[in-house]
């Protein structure tokens, strides 16, 4: 099996976060922000395939972009392995782009671009013995992509064994040990983002009765692209599981995100009734008063954040709410008095401003997996301490879009009666213990342009009991010829640390890290100074001065 790397390039931030949407950003920035994954996928991962992205680079549909995929992929990062279109994509050269008028100009563009392998089926490519036959493209085009994807099939061993065994596949695919990592990895990515008082952990000698609240709460939620494994466990079951003969367990649905099914394909998507909610939510407030403590799992299910790949296929939103009822539903639940934690359940931030403010407890798992049910539950009674950090940041509407922590120095002048800050900053996330930073150093404090220093700082575990620290690295170049971000993450190490025990971090800094592309788009390390920021996440940090000549 083949890892293939998508979609390819400047897809992640289109005009008005519309899937397909034109990229209209610089060569710099898409150098600096967008390839770069891209380039460590190639050159680190020795991934085999490569998809483009459905939408354009400066005008050029990336389909049909040669500078993209055989300048960039293929002539700086040296990809060698099969370039696949994505669904339809040398169609939409036509249809959508319009770009070519007919099939043959379409297939013309992406073969000469270098797509190999039209998907899911041929269309346009049924055009190219026609196209060599009349000169039109030339032989060696064919030839070279025949070649890329024999070799992949020869690596991959089809020639001997064209097919798999299914019932091995399914069995292998359903391990103890799969499950194993499927939770060690749900466990790992939980994220929380609020403890006022220690609500958390929950402490079992004190709970006869809780209250399992919310639309994600009863059903297992993967996301999209995914099919129902033969295991999967909700937080509803996984609580169930954990507190078994030690407390009771009560359920309700709360409200709902969606009144259809949340299946991914689906096209037709029915947002929630309010007039049917209203019961749901009167049901949730009763069954909360009667419980010790409510969890409640609000966010968005499989059929509100998707892939939108057609007009009648929908999946982009213009807004970062919490969809429906469900603020009121957690509005109503805390009028009870009754403590409650929330999870969020979601594939894209929410601006959970009222939850944020008014709830005491709050985890962030996204899409945990099939065993997200067994590792919420794990953290919830303190049997493992979270210790996962926001890889993005979240906003505070979808007016501070787009949010992110390595802006430009020019980027955040405030808006008029608004709190400029994100909700909640990159890099983000507690623990049931606190660490302490100290002695932070830099050594050598000076290097010349192509010199390396080590950047070394001590985390104490202050608290009572073991945690996982995420220690991060920043850097800002204080004055350079371009415009660079206020702090740009360089490096980061996730470490367990005992109760009262000092770890020291280290991170190696070199050219790599402080270099940018110049006024000529040349890749340099100007002399200067530079910033070295380490801290928990991307606002709260200690500085030292390195210095570059």
């Given at each position: 099996m083949y890892a293939t790397l998508k979609h390819f390039a400047v897809h992640s931030q289109p005009e008005a976060g519309a899937n397909i949407a034109p990229a209209n950003y610089s060569e710099r920035t898409v150098r600096e922000y967008f390839l770069p994954p891209f380039e460590a996928g190639i050159r680190e991962a020795n991934v085999g395939a490569v998809m483009p992205s459905y939408n354009e680079l400066d005008g050029i549909p990336n389909h049909s972009n040669s500078w993209l995929l055989r300048n960039i992929l293929r002539g700086e990062f040296g990809f060698q392995g099969i370039v696949v279109s994505d669904y339809f994509a040398i169609e939409q050269l036509i249809t959508i782009h319009h770009v070519a008028a007919n099939c043959e100009q379409a297939a013309k563009l992406a073969i000469t671009a270098g797509v190999d392998v039209e998907l899911p089926y041929l269309r346009c490519y049924k055009t190219l013995?026609?196209?060599?036959?009349?000169?039109?493209?030339?032989?060696?085009?064919?030839n070279d992509a025949v070649a890329r994807v024999l070799r992949a099939k020869f690596h991959l061993g089809l020639f001997e064994r064209p097919y798999s065994d299914e019932h091995e596949a399914v069995q292998d695919a359903s391990t103890a040990q799969n499950r194993e990592l499927a939770l060690q990895a749900a466990r790992e990515s939980i994220t929380l983002l609020k403890n006022d008082k220690d609500l958390l952990p929950l402490d079992l000698t004190k709970i006869k009765r809780i209250a399992v609240?919310?639309?994600?709460?009863?059903?297992?939620?993967?996301?999209?692209?995914?099919?129902?494994?033969?295991?999967?466990?909700?937080?509803?079951?996984?609580?169930?599981?954990?507190?078994?003969?030690?407390?009771?367990?009560?359920?309700?649905?709360?409200?709902?995100?969606?009144?259809?099914?949340?299946?991914?394909?689906?096209?037709?998507?029915?947002?929630?009734?309010p007039q049917l909610d209203q019961p749901r939510m009167s049901e949730a407030v009763a069954m909360l008063s009667t419980a010790d403590v409510g969890v409640v799992v609000?966010?968005?299910?499989?059929?509100?954040?998707?892939?939108?790949?057609?007009?009648?296929?929908?999946?982009?939103?213009?807004?970062?709410?919490?969809?429906?009822?469900?603020?009121?539903?957690?509005?109503?639940?805390?009028?009870?008095?009754?403590?409650i934690v929330v999870i969020l359940l979601h594939g894209r931030p929410n601006s959970i401003n009222f939850i944020k403010?008014?709830?005491?407890?709050?985890?962030?798992?996204?899409?945990?997996?099939?065993?997200?049910?067994?590792?919420?539950?794990?953290?919830?009674?303190g049997d493992y301490n979270p210790a996962g950090r926001l890889p993005i940041t979240v906003p505070r509407s979808v007016g501070q879009l787009p949010d992110y922590y390595y802006q430009k120095p020019s980027a955040r002048r405030p808006y008029l009666f608004t709190d400029n800050?994100?909700?909640?900053?990159?890099?983000?996330?507690?623990?049931?213990?606190?660490?302490?930073?100290?002695?932070?150093?830099?050594?050598p404090n000076s290097i010349a342009t192509n010199g390396s220093a080590k950047v070394s700082v001590d985390v104490t575990n202050a608290g009572t009991r073991m945690g996982d620290e995420v220690v991060q690295l920043y850097v800002r170049d204080e004055v350079s010829s371009v415009t660079r971000p206020i702090k740009e993450l360089r490096g980061f190490e996730r470490v367990s640390i005992k109760p009262g025990e000092t770890r020291t971090f280290t991170f190696h800094i070199g050219p790599r890290d402080l270099g940018f592309y110049d006024r000529t788009m040349k890749r340099?390390?100007?002399?200067?100074?530079?910033?070295?920021?380490v801290g928990p996440n991307s606002v709260d940090l200690t500085s030292v001065l390195l210095e570059v000549k």
């Open positions: 013995p026609s196209l060599v036959r009349s000169g039109q493209i030339s032989e060696s085009l064919i609240i919310g639309p994600n709460a009863g059903d297992p939620h993967l996301g999209g692209y995914s099919g129902m494994p033969r295991h999967a466990i909700s937080i509803r079951e996984g609580i169930q599981n954990k507190v078994a003969g030690k407390a009771e367990v009560v359920y309700a649905e709360g409200c709902r995100v969606t009144e259809s099914k949340p299946v991914w394909e689906d096209d037709h998507v029915v947002p929630a009734d609000v966010g968005e299910n499989e059929q509100t954040s998707r892939e939108a790949w057609s007009s009648t296929h929908l999946g982009d939103r213009d807004n970062l709410d919490l969809l429906g009822r469900q603020d009121d539903l957690v509005s109503r639940l805390l009028a009870t008095g009754k403590p403010e008014h709830v005491p407890a709050i985890l962030d798992g996204w899409y945990l997996g099939q065993e997200g049910g067994a590792a919420v539950a794990e953290v919830l009674f800050s994100p909700l909640f900053p990159f890099g983000y996330g507690l623990s049931y213990t606190k660490f302490q930073y100290s002695n932070l150093r830099v050594e340099v390390v100007e002399p200067g100074s530079f910033k070295l920021m």
